[in-house]
């Protein structure tokens, strides 16, 4: 969790829920650039919200709390997305596994979650 510049761990069965805004999953193909690559790599989103993202990438490369990323998600499954519509964030978490990891992003600035996701038909 964040809190200002600080980076809070939550504790497992902590009775009190610190987050500032309601998590969906939502699962959504999406690009991910870490700094300080110029490429973009495939990856997936889960666990969205209003102030960040988790996303899953192929690979157990080792990535770092605080690198920055800019991160472009499809919301609607178009298949480009313009640089105008990348989200810059940071990494707050690092999950590694065997053949993916999972990395929790904070958004700079949070996005209007309810404005980029149409509700089912």
């Known amino acids: 969790m964040i809190d ?3 980076i809070i ?39 969205v919200s209003a102030g960040g993202v988790l996303v899953s990438i192929d690979g157990s490369d080792p990535v770092e709390v605080g690198t920055r990323a800019l991160l472009a998600i499809s919301w609607h499954g178009h298949p480009t997305v313009t640089h105008g519509e990348t989200i810059p964030a940071r990494v707050v978490r690092v999950e590694p596994g065997d053949d993916r990891t999972s990395i929790a992003l904070a958004f700079d600035t949070p996005i209007a979650i309810d404005s980029v996701i149409r509700p089912a038909a």
């Open 4 to 6: 200002g510049d600080r």
């Open 9 to 47: 761990e939550l504790r497992p069965g902590s009775p009190t829920e610190r987050r500032r805004h309601r998590r969906s999953d939502i699962a959504r193909a999406c690009k991910l650039r870490l700094t300080p690559s110029v490429s973009f790599r495939p990856a997936v989103t889960s666990d």
